[in-house]
C-alpha cells in the first residue's frame, strides 16, 4: 500500500479522500491556490503545498505545478477526485512518466470514454444498447443536419468530449440546429479545448441512472446498485437516490449485469460510472460513462456499507479488490442533496464571500455531510459553487425523505445564501415523493411552482 499520496483537487472531494488517506494511516499531501490557502482541505493534509494564482488554470489546473509538488513532497501516487484533471489524458500520462500512480483508470480507458462518440461506438461493438445517435464526431453544422434527419428530431446536441452540462444543446428541428449548432461549439472549444460535436435522439420524458463499477487488474469486477440523478437543472444533478425507486430486483440486475460487462469489454481499471436513460417502458440505453469517481458516490457507500474511495485505493496500489459480487446488497435507501452557494430566489445567483457560521446537521443515525468548509471559510468567486451535500440514509426511502427533510431544517447557514431552501421545496413535490421525477421535471413542472412561492414569500 502507498505510504503518501497527493490529492489533486480541492473542497469537499479532496477532504473526503484525505480523511480516507488518515483511516488507512497513508500520509496525505494538499494542493492548494493562494485562494484556497487557508481551506479545511490544506488544514486536514499532512503536507500542504500551493501551486499557483486563484484561478484553476494557473492551480488546479497546472499539470506542470502538480506533478512537481507530487514529485518534491515523496508522493507515490496521486488521487484527482472529480472534476479539474480527474478525465484529463495529458495528466495521466504525465503521471505515469514520472513514476506517480494515477488513482483512477488508465490513459485509454480515459481516452476512450471521454469522448461520447468512441464511447458510443465501442458500448455498440459489445452488445450494450445505446441512444440512437450519430455514429462519429461531427465537425460542422451541415454534416449534423445530415445525422439530425436520418435519426429523427427532436435532438440532443453535446460535446464529444465533453461533461458537466457543457456544450448541450436540446433541438427541435432544422432551424434550431442550424441557429444553436456554432454556439455550442464555440462553447465546447472554450471548455475542453475540441471541437468535435455529437447528435443524439432525445427520449421523452426519461429518468437517468446509472451504475458505478470498480475493476481491479486481476479483471474482478463489481458493480454497485444503481443512482436515480434524474432531478437535474441545466443538465446539472441537483439530487441523486440509490436504488431507483421505480426500478425492480430484475432490472437492478440488468443494469448491474450490463455495466460489469461493459467494464471487462474495455479492460477498465478502478473506478467509473455508465450512465443510461430509462424510458417509460424501462427500457434501458447506455448514454455516456464518466471515467472518475462520482460527486453522489456517498449514497452508494450507505446503502451498500463500502467505502468506494478506499476500494479505488486499493486496487490502484495493485492488490486484487477484497469484495465480490455477492457482497454487494441494498441496504435501505439513501438521499443526497448538493447543496450550492447561490441564490434560487435570484436566478441562481452565484455567491460569494466570507461564512460567518456554519451548522450542519449531524449527529444522528443516518445523517452525513461532506464538506469542504466550515464557519470562517471563504466561498470564492473562481470555483464550483457546490459547498456542501446532504445525505441521508434510512431503511427504507420514507424513513430516508424524512432525514433529508430534518436535515434541510437544520443546516443553517450565515454569510452567504445557498439553495437548501429550494431543495426542501423541491422534495416535497408529489412526483419526487413518489419517486416519479423524470429529466425534465425541475425546469418544465417544478421551476413555475418555485417561482410562484417565491412571490408569495415576497409578499409576507
Known sequence: MFKRVLVANRGEIAVRIIRALREMKIESVAVYSTADRDSLHVKLADIAVCIGGPQPTDSYLNIQNIVSAAVLSGAEAVHPGFGFLSENTDFARVCAECGLVLIGPKAENVELMGNKSNA??????????????SQQAIE??????????????PVMLKAAAGGGGKGIREIANEKQLLEKFDQAQQETKLSFDDQDMYLEKIITDPKHVE??????????????????CSLQRNHQKMVEESPCPVIDESERHYLMSLAAKAADA?????????????????????????????????????????????LQLIVAAGE??????????????????????????????????????????????????????????????????????????????????????????EFTIDGIKTNAQYHKALLHTPTVLQGMANTEFIEKKFAPVWQQLVKEEETK
Open 120 to 133: 458510443r461506438k465501442a458500448m455498440q461493438d459489445h452488445g450494450i444498447p445505446v441512444v440512437p445517435g
Open 140 to 153: 460542422d453544422s451541415h454534416e449534423a443536419l445530415q445525422v439530425a434527419k436520418q435519426i429523427g428530431y
Open 211 to 228: 451504475v458505478q463499477v470498480i475493476r481491479d487488474k486481476f479483471g474482478n469486477v463489481v458493480a454497485f446498485p444503481e443512482r436515480d
Open 266 to 310: 474495455i479492460d477498465y481499471l478502478n473506478t467509473g460510472t455508465f450512465e443510461f436513460l430509462m424510458d417509460k417502458d424501462h427500457n434501458f440505453y447506455f448514454m455516456e460513462m464518466n471515467t472518475r469517481l462520482q460527486v453522489e458516490h456517498p449514497i452508494t457507500e450507505m446503502v451498500t456499507g463500502f467505502d468506494i474511495v478506499k
Open 320 to 409: 486484487k479488490l477484497p469484495i465480490s459480487q455477492k457482497d454487494v446488497k441494498v441496504n435501505g435507501t439513501s438521499i443526497e442533496c448538493r447543496i450550492n452557494a447561490e441564490d434560487p430566489t435570484m436566478n441562481f445567483m452565484p455567491q460569494a464571500g466570507l461564512i460567518k457560521s456554519i451548522h450542519f446537521p449531524v449527529g444522528c443515525l443516518g445523517a452525513r455531510v461532506d464538506s469542504g468548509v466550515d464557519s470562517g471559510s471563504v466561498i470564492s468567486p473562481f470555483y464550483d459553487s457546490m459547498i456542501a451535500k446532504l445525505i441521508a440514509h434510512g431503511k427504507n426511502r420514507h424513513e430516508a425523505l424524512s432525514i433529508m427533510d430534518r436535515m434541510l431544517d
